[in-house]
Structure formats: structure tokens, C-alpha cells
């Protein structure tokens, strides 16, 4: 006897048999993998070539073209030297949670010049 059956019986509120669906699970579920894989397999493609897309945002309005490839599986490198500082601070703040909500990494490569690496990017310093 299920455990929600059990409780319904308990209750008295009836017959316990409707709550006892079949639960299905997904397709990975018993196959143990890192974040950074996970996010991977949901967001990028490994048939397509590696893609880096250059954005000069003018306005913070443009955070969503920022956004747009970046969850496509595209490495963006994300010129803010153009904003007025208010909007480039917030410009940046933006694509920190962007990369973090999405598994994937930011780093400062110039003044005012960041690149947004999606999980499946690998970033090397030399």
C-alpha cells in the first residue's frame, strides 16, 4: 500500500487508488553528471561549430541580445565602453547573473571588455 493511499485511508477521505500514478522519470535520472555537462547537454550542441559573437550594447535595452545568444550556447564578448558608467555597471551586473543562472563563466578581458563563456567553454589564462 502506497504512502498516499495510506494517509487517505487514515483520513477517511476515500479510496486511496487515484493517487497511485506510475512516476516517470527522465531520461538521465539514474546517470550522474557535473553541472557544467547537464547545462551543456540543455543549451549547447556539439554538432555546431563553436560560435563567439562580439556586442557593442549602447543601452542597457540591449542586455537582451546579450542574453539571446548567450543561451543559444554562443561565447559573447561584451564591449561596454560605449555606456555611460550607470548603465555599463548594470550592463555587467546583468551578464554575472546571466552566466551564473546558466552555469557558465564571466571574465573582465580588457578594461570595460568581458567575455561571457557558456558552460561547455573552456577559459585558459597564459
Excluded at 493517487?19 to 547537464?38: F, G, I, K, L, T
Excluded at 543561451?71 to 551564473?100: C, H, K, N, W
Aim: net charge negative.
Amino acid at each position: 500500500m502506497g504512502a498516499v493511499r495510506r494517509v487517505v485511508s487514515y483520513l477517511g477521505l476515500g479510496d486511496g487508488d487515484q493517487y497511485d500514478e506510475p512516476y516517470e522519470y527522465d531520461e538521465y535520472e539514474d546517470e550522474w553528471m557535473p553541472a557544467s555537462e547537464r547545462a551543456a547537454r540543455r543549451w549547447g550542441s556539439d554538432a555546431d561549430p563553436a560560435r563567439i559573437v562580439m556586442i557593442r550594447p549602447h543601452k542597457y535595452s540591449d542586455a537582451l541580445t546579450v542574453g539571446q545568444h548567450f543561451r543559444d550556447g554562443q561565447a559573447v564578448i561584451m564591449d561596454v565602453s560605449g555606456m555611460p558608467l550607470a548603465e555599463a555597471t548594470r550592463m555587467v551586473d546583468f551578464a554575472a547573473g546571466l552566466t551564473y543562472g546558466c552555469e557558465g563563466r564571466i571574465e573582465r578581458i580588457a578594461d570595460k571588455v568581458f567575455l561571457l563563456a557558456p558552460a561547455d567553454v573552456e577559459i585558459t589564462n597564459t
